[in-house]
C-alpha cells in the first residue's frame, strides 16, 4: 500500500499559480422572522404524532459569478461552530467550490435549542449524513467532500467511514486524539469525575484556546486567534467533564474508524502544532485502509483552516493551497454541469402552497443564529415582491409542518427552495447565504 508524504507546499503553489482572493459578504442581518407576517400557513395536516426533525444549523458560501465544480461540507473543532470557516468558505467558493459548513451538536446555535444543548456526536453524524443528502439533490453530479479540521477532522473522518456513497474524498487536518499536556488535562477530569463535578463546567476550554493558539516560533499566544475564539457568544467553552470524556473516547475510537474507510483521503498536520501531537496525525494515516490517502506537513499551528483571517497569512495560504490542489486533483475530467434534480410536492398541496405564484418556502428555527442573520432580507425582499411571488413560512420544530419537511428532505437549516407556480422547485439554498445569491434565485425562479 502506497503513502505519499508532502512536507513542503513550494509545488502545490507553483502549480496553483494566481490564486484567487478576496471575500464574499453575507451580510449581517439579524431581525425577527415575527417582524413581517408569513405570506401563508402550513398547508401539511396536522400531525401531532410526527416528532419534529432535529436540523443543524448551516452557513453556504457559493460565487454566483464562478462556474461550479464541486461542494464540500465542512465540520468545525471543539468549542467553534461553522462561521469559523468563513474565510475559508469565501476563498473556496471563488475556485469553483459550492461550501457548507454546520454546527456539531453542543455548539453554536444548539446552545440556544432547548433539550439539544449538549455534545451529541451520533446526532452529530445524523446531521452530515441529512446535509450530505440534500447537497446532492441540490447539485446532483457535482463531486462532494467533507471536510473537517481538530475535533471537526475526526468527525469527519468517522462520517467517511459511515456513509462512503455519500462522498468522493474527505479532508480531515489534525485529527488525532494524542495531545501535548494531556496527562494534565486527563488528571483534571478524573478529579472531577471523583469529586461528583462531572456535570459542572470545567475551566480546560481555556487551556485548550491557549494551546491551540500558542506560536511556537514567537513564543506567545495569538491573542487575535484567542479572542476570536472566545468572544463570540455562540463558540462554547465551558466544557464539562463529562463532555471532555464523550470527546476523548471519540478522537480514540478513530483508531478503528480509520480502517474502514473507502474513499480518498488528505490529511493535514501543522508541524508547529501544540496542541494535537503531529505524530498521532501519522498514525492514523498508517492505519486508513484505502490505497488513495496523502499527508501534507505544514508549518503551521493547530488551526490551519478555521479562523483564517487571524492566521499567519504564508500558512493559511499553504493550508488552502493544498486543499484546493487535492481537490482539484480528485475532480473528473469532464465538467459538470450543476443543475438541480427535478423535485415536485404533491399538485393538491402544491396548489395550497403556491396558489399560482412563484413561491419562496424559507424553513427556519427560532433559535437558530444563522436563521435569523437572513431573515431581514427575506422579509424585505417579501415585501418587495409582494405582488408576484409568495413567501411561506415555516417553523420546523411545529409539529403540523413535519410531513412537508419529510417530504422535502430538508437537510439543514435555513433552507429555502423556490418553487415555479406548477410547484415545480426551481432551486433551492441550504444554510445562511449571502443576499446576491437569494436575489438570483428569485429572478430565476420567475423567468419561468
Known amino acids: 500500500m502506497k503513502i505519499k508524504l508532502v512536507s513542503c507546499t513550494a509545488v502545490l503553489t507553483a502549480l496553483l499559480g494566481n490564486f484567487v482572493y478576496g471575500a464574499f459578504g453575507t451580510g449581517g442581518l439579524q431581525p425577527a422572522w415575527a417582524d413581517v407576517p408569513s405570506g401563508g400557513s402550513a398547508p401539511a395536516p396536522a400531525s401531532g404524532d410526527l416528532a419534529a426533525p432535529q436540523l443543524a444549523p448551516c452557513i453556504s458560501w457559493r460565487n454566483p459569478n464562478v462556474q461550479s465544480k464541486y461542494a464540500m461540507l465542512c465540520i468545525h473543532g471543539l468549542g467553534l461552530y461553522s462561521k469559523s470557516y468563513q474565510t475559508f468558505g469565501q476563498i ?16 453554536g446555535s444548539w446552545v440556544n435549542a432547548q433539550g439539544h444543548e449538549n455534545l451529541d456526536f451520533n446526532g452529530c453524524l445524523a446531521d452530515i449524513e441529512s446535509a450530505l443528502k440534500e447537497i446532492h439533490t441540490s447539485h446532483p453530479g457535482l463531486p462532494v467532500f467533507l471536510l473537517g479540521e481538530s475535533m471537526g477532522g475526526a468527525v ?5 467511514s459511515t456513509y462512503p456513497e455519500l462522498i468522493d474524498g474527505v479532508i480531515s ?22 469529586s461528583g463535578a462531572h456535570k459542572t463546567r470545567s475551566g480546560i476550554g481555556k487551556q485548550v484556546v491557549e494551546q491551540a493558539a500558542t506560536d511556537k516560533q514567537a513564543g506567545k499566544v495569538n491573542e487575535q486567534l484567542a479572542a476570536a475564539w472566545q468572544d463570540d457568544p455562540l463558540d462554547r467553552l465551558d466544557l464539562s467533564a463529562k463532555d471532555l470524556m464523550q470527546f476523548q473516547s471519540f478522537m480514540n475510537d478513530n483508531h478503528d474508524a480509520v480502517k474502514k474507510l473507502t474513499v480518498p483521503v488528505l490529511f493535514l498536520q501543522g508541524l508547529d502544532d501544540d496542541l494535537v501531537r503531529p505524530d498521532g496525525t501519522w498514525d492514523l494515516m498508517k492505519e486508513v485502509g484505502v490505497h488513495d490517502r496523502t499527508l501534507v506537513a505544514l508549518p503551521a499551528r493547530h488551526l490551519m483552516l478555521e479562523e483564517s483571517q487571524t492566521q499567519n497569512p504564508a500558512e493559511r495560504r499553504a493550508a488552502w493551497h493544498s486543499v484546493l490542489a487535492w481537490v482539484l486533483s480528485h475532480l473528473p475530467d469532464h465538467a459538470v454541469a450543476d443543475v438541480p434534480a427535478v423535485r415536485t410536492i404533491a399538485p393538491q398541496a402544491a396548489r395550497k402552497i403556491t396558489q399560482g405564484l412563484p413561491t ?15 431573515a431581514g432580507f427575506v422579509n424585505r425582499a417579501q415585501k418587495q415582491n409582494a405582488k408576484q411571488v409568495r413567501f411561506v413560512k415555516y417553523d420546523v420544530d411545529d409539529p403540523r409542518n413535519q410531513a412537508l419537511l419529510k417530504e422535502l428532505s430538508i437537510g439543514a437549516i435555513p433552507e429555502l427552495i423556490f418553487l415555479k407556480p406548477d410547484g415545480t422547485i426551481s432551486s433551492s439554498l441550504m444554510g445562511q447565504t449571502a443576499p446576491l445569491v437569494i436575489m438570483n434565485n428569485i429572478a430565476d425562479m420567475l423567468k419561468h
Not at 495531545?179 to 477530569?189: A, N, P, S
Not at 419562496?360 to 437572513?374: H, N, S, T
Open 92 to 107: 473556496m467558493s471563488r475556485t469553483g467550490g459550492i461550501i457548507y459548513a454546520i454546527d456539531v451538536r453542543g455548539f
Open 156 to 160: 469527519a473522518l468517522r462520517a467517511a
Open 173 to 194: 487536518a489534525v485529527p488525532a486524539g494524542e495531545r501535548f499536556k494531556q496527562k494534565r488535562t486527563d488528571l483534571k477530569v478524573a478529579l472531577d469525575v471523583l
Open 360 to 374: 419562496v418556502l424559507v424553513f427556519y428555527a427560532k433559535w437558530c443564529d444563522q436563521c435569523d442573520k437572513i
